[in-house]
């Protein structure tokens, strides 16, 4: 492994100012970029893709936010009201364009950062980025997205399957599927709006689940479970384990005969764990219906056909791989020991790695309490840690 001790500065000089980067043109990045205008220190955003919210316009069509509008704004522009209480995907890119334009942040699109380092003078960062640029600023904020890189399992037998076969990343809507069996591969959010999706759109529809989700409703009487999860943030795990059993008792049915038993493990516990529940947008009605089958996990392919845990086997006309994704932080930072064994940040918002001080991550997290919102939460504490006490020289803003 790469030394990674932070060198220190040795001149009598002191460096020239210098910009925060900020990596990643997403709601992460564009947060922290304003709330760092917003003391008076220049930050510049670099975004690889040629426009801000690249991950929100390759999401799939029917995509609405699970969380309020209200709890979604980010620092400085709240979202508008006739976004409705639960904000579309198109709406959120409306919103991302409008928010950098309204704040007049300074954006370089079509700019991949492709590794950090530790200043050659001491104090600092200098990032490589695409056509050999090499840029030195005074702290980095990496806001590369929770969903960066679209992770497959390496099944085996994959390469023998001869139907359709695409990761939830490029799905889009149920058109081409209408008429056709589909398996959709993980339970999580994603995989189980895009199997309600295209029951909707005339698919026959079957989701491999390999461990049984929490399921709650999106809103109960008024009352958003994300107003739940900000509560549970500042409780013990076991007494929210406890009443949210109680609650999806009572406002979840018991779905054991269609193959989604009430799970073992209490659902806060799942959230340490990195599992959020899954929030019911026709999950439920189209499982009870039979529009939604559930089978086992798939455990690999062979002849053409899925192989499922359980021994059956499917000839499904496509599958799409609803399986998450990994943070692909090695390359950009892994060298600088700040990766824990699983590949996240060691430490989050405000607080700097040990061996990494001015180096702040944003966004790899799925906290149950919305992930816009503990961005933004983020953004301002970020903000007020380089302002105090950044590495290297911060460039101010003039006036």
């Known amino acids: 492994m790469a030394d990674s001790t932070p060198p220190t500065h040795s001149s009598a000089h002191p460096p020239p100012d210098r910009p925060v980067y900020v990596i990643g043109g997403g709601p992460g990045g564009l947060s922290a970029a304003y709330a760092l205008r917003a003391r008076g220190i220049r930050a510049v955003v670099l975004e690889k893709s040629d426009h801000v919210g690249s991950s929100w316009r390759g999401h799939y069509d029917r995509l609405h936010l699970h969380t309020t509008r209200r709890l979604s704004s980010l620092p400085g522009l709240p979202m508008p009201r006739r976004f409705g209480r639960w904000v579309s995907r198109d709406d959120v890119v409306r919103y991302l364009e409008k928010y950098a334009e309204h704040h007049r942040l300074e954006i370089v699109t079509g700019v991949e950062v492709s590794r950090v380092e530790h200043a050659p ?114 409780l013990p795990v076991g007494l929210v384990d406890r009443m949210a059993r109680q609650m999806g008792r009572l406002s979840v049915p018991d779905l054991s005969a269609h193959g989604l038993p009430r799970p073992g493990t209490g659902l806060y516990t799942r959230v340490t764990e990195g599992a959020v529940p899954v929030q019911d947008v026709g999950l439920i009605d189209a499982v009870r219906k039979g529009r939604v089958e559930v089978v086992a996990a798939v455990e690999g392919f062979e002849d053409g056909k899925a192989v499922l845990a359980d021994g059956t086997r499917l000839s499904p006309d496509a599958v799409v791989a609803a399986t998450g994704y990994t943070r692909a932080l090695e390359g950009l930072v892994g060298h600088l020991d700040v990766l824990d064994a699983r590949g996240r940040p060691v430490v989050q918002g405000p607080r700097s790695p040990r061996t990494a001080p001015g180096l702040y991550f944003t966004g790899f997290t799925n906290p149950i309490s919305g992930m816009l919102r503990e961005m933004a939460i983020d953004a301002v504490r970020i903000a007020k840690a380089i302002a105090r006490d950044g590495s290297g020289r911060v460039s101010r803003l003039p006036g």
Not at 161 to 175: I, M, P, Q, V
Not at 188 to 196: D, K, P, S
Not at 208 to 214: A, D, G, L, Y
């Open 121 to 234: 003078d001491g104090t600092g960062w200098l990032l490589h980025a695409t056509g050999g640029r090499e840029l030195t600023g005074a702290a980095v904020v990496v806001a590369t997205g929770y969903n960066h890189t679209p992770r497959v399992p390496d099944w085996p037998g994959r390469d023998t399957y001869t139907g359709e076969f695409l990761h939830a990343c490029a799905y889009r809507n149920a058109e081409p599927f209408a008429g056709r069996e589909v398996l959709v591969v993980g339970a999580g959010n994603t995989g189980a709006e895009i199997a309600v999706d295209l029951a909707d759109g005339g698919a026959r529809v079957r989701l491999s689940i390999r461990t049984v989700p929490h399921i709650v409703r999106r809103s109960t009487a008024g009352w958003a479970a994300q107003y739940s999860g900000v509560m549970a943030r500042h």
